[in-house]
């Protein structure tokens, strides 16, 4: 750990994976709850065309990435509630429209290399620089003030959006804070584990954390511990055995899932155990050992 720690770009990167760790599952909890676990990846490829744009443009691609990916959830959310088009199609008209503008620019830019697209694509946390690291920190303060601040109203939006019509909370304006807080948690993670990524770190802790728990708060707390297990750990087995770092993360990640599937499945077998024998009862026969006393006297035929 002390050979990790004596080098400046692996020290950014650990502070990284803990920010990463920290608040992808936070707000994985709220997407799964609300069946949006593959928004993640929409707003990825958004924000592939905000990276794009920063290149081009000779500007910090982290902030270009911000913003555009914002703008992005935005308009999801608009074209979900203004037009007849469900959610899922919403997404999708997200995702590809991603893509294509991020393929596009990159295609504009002079001098972009293949190795820095590849870098955001999968991640790349040896290039995260000192004001990336400010920049990444200041995002995730935002993203937890945010969950500090209206997490009751979001729980209540992703429980039934009906229901928080029903007890007057502004259902729009949370839609909309959900997808913007989603997109800057992306960004946030962009630079760990890559944009193609990035929706394994929002859903898997947070999936892996269901199988051993039921209640909500329970839930978000195990799958931030699980995140930041898979950040630290993905990163520091992808220092000492040479691996893609962000690969490393995610599939130790769904190694923690396949394990808490196994475990919560041997503990769900033993509670159906458990109360099969409790409410078990003598044939024939009362707690006192003894006939009941509507049967007592006379043979049923």
Request: charged residues 15%.
């Amino acid at each position: 750990m002390t050979e990790l720690l004596q080098y400046e770009f692996m020290r950014r990167a650990l502070i990284a994976a803990v920010l990463v760790g920290l608040v992808t599952p936070v707000i994985g909890t709220f997407l799964v709850q609300r069946r949006l676990a593959l928004l993640g990846d929409g707003i990825g490829h958004v924000a592939l065309t905000g990276v794009a744009l920063g290149l081009l443009t000779s500007t910090s691609p982290v902030l270009t990435a911000a913003v555009v990916a914002t703008l992005g959830a935005i308009l999801m959310e608009l074209v979900r509630v203004r037009t007849r088009t469900s959610g899922e199609v919403a997404l999708a008209l997200l995702f590809y429209g991603g893509i294509a503008g991020g393929v596009l620019l990159i295609n504009l830019t002079p001098g972009a290399s293949n190795a820095t697209l590849t870098s955001y694509l999968f991640g790349s946390v040896s290039t995260v620089e000192e004001q990336d690291l400010w920049f990444v920190g200041a995002l995730a303060v935002g993203v937890i003030a945010v969950v500090a601040l209206f997490g009751r109203e979001l729980f209540v939006l992703c429980q039934d959006e009906e229901v928080a019509k029903a007890h007057g909370l502004p259902v729009r304006f949370l839609s909309v804070l959900l997808a913007v807080t989603a997109a800057l948690t992306v960004v946030i993670a962009m630079r760990v584990v890559g944009v193609l990524m990035v929706s394994a770190l929002l859903i898997v802790p947070v999936a892996a954390a269901q199988q051993l728990t039921r209640s909500f708060r329970v839930t978000m707390a195990l799958a931030v511990l699980i995140g930041l297990f898979s950040s630290l750990g993905g990163l520091t087995t992808a220092f000492y055995g040479d691996l893609a770092p962000g690969a490393t993360i995610v599939i130790l990640a769904l190694a923690v899932f396949c394990l808490a599937v196994a475990v919560g499945g041997l503990l769900r077998r033993r509670s159906r155990r458990s109360r099969t024998s409790d409410t078990r009862e003598p044939v024939g026969a009362d707690a006192a050992g003894t006939m009941p006393q509507t049967d007592r006297g006379r043979v049923k035929q």
